[in-house]
Structures are given as C-alpha cells and as structure tokens.
C-alpha cells in the first residue's frame, strides 16, 4: 500500500529556513503528482505547492511564492519543500499527499509534520 512519510517539521524563528521531506513507497509514482498541504489550527488545510513525478509542472500558493521550493529526488522517492523566509503565519501541520495526474483528488495523504515559527 502506498505510504507517505514526513519529516522535517520543527520550531525556527521568523526568517529562518526548513526543509521538510516526504519519503514515497508502496507503488510506482510515474504519473503522480506530489503535493504539500497545510492546516493551521481553526483553519482549513490549503494547497502549498505540487510537482509531477517527472519533475515538472509545480504550482505554488500565492503566498509562498518565492519563499518555497518544491523538488522531487525520483532516485530516492523523496519530495521535499525548502521553506525559507518563515514567517509566523506558516506555522501549521505539513502534510504530503499524491494523486494520479488525471484525478481530481488526492488519494494519499501522510500523517503530518509540525512547523512552528515564532515571531
């Protein structure tokens, strides 16, 4: 079965930078897209960015824009999100999750890293 592992997460303060990793397995993702989501407390999860399995196509929220890099290393089934320029407004659980690039919905989610950014 497919499994997404999170690591990474962790308490930095405004300005710094994290990476967090989701390490892919249970199948062969060529034609997935790789997708990071947030969900801050009282908050709805968002979209934070994704990325085709190939390495293409990748998206970003209008507010992690050129703060945030997603990457794919195919080599070892790992996504990662460089997050630099925290501020506290992206404290929130991180989550990775997958889908087929011609689903709608995603069908795998792992189970969450913390990032906490304090002012």
């Known amino acids: 079965q497919v499994q997404l592992v999170e690591s990474g997460g962790g308490m930095v303060q405004a300005g710094d930078s994290l990476r967090l990793s989701c390490a892919a397995s249970?199948?062969?993702?060529?034609?997935?897209?790789m997708g990071w989501f947030r969900q801050a407390p009282g908050r709805e999860r968002e979209f934070v960015a994704s990325?085709?399995?190939?390495?293409?196509?990748?998206g970003y929220l209008d507010s992690v824009k050129g703060r945030f890099t997603i990457s794919i290393d195919n080599a070892k089934n790992t996504v990662y999100l460089q997050m630099n320029s925290l501020k506290p407004e992206d404290t929130a659980v991180y989550y990775c999750?997958?889908?087929?690039?011609?689903?709608?919905?995603?069908?795998?989610w792992g189970q969450g890293t913390q990032v906490t950014v304090s002012s």
């Open positions: 990325i085709y399995w190939s390495g293409g196509g990748s």
């Open positions: 249970g199948r062969t993702f060529s034609g997935y897209v």
């Open positions: 999750a997958t889908r087929h690039a011609l689903a709608t919905n995603y069908a795998y």
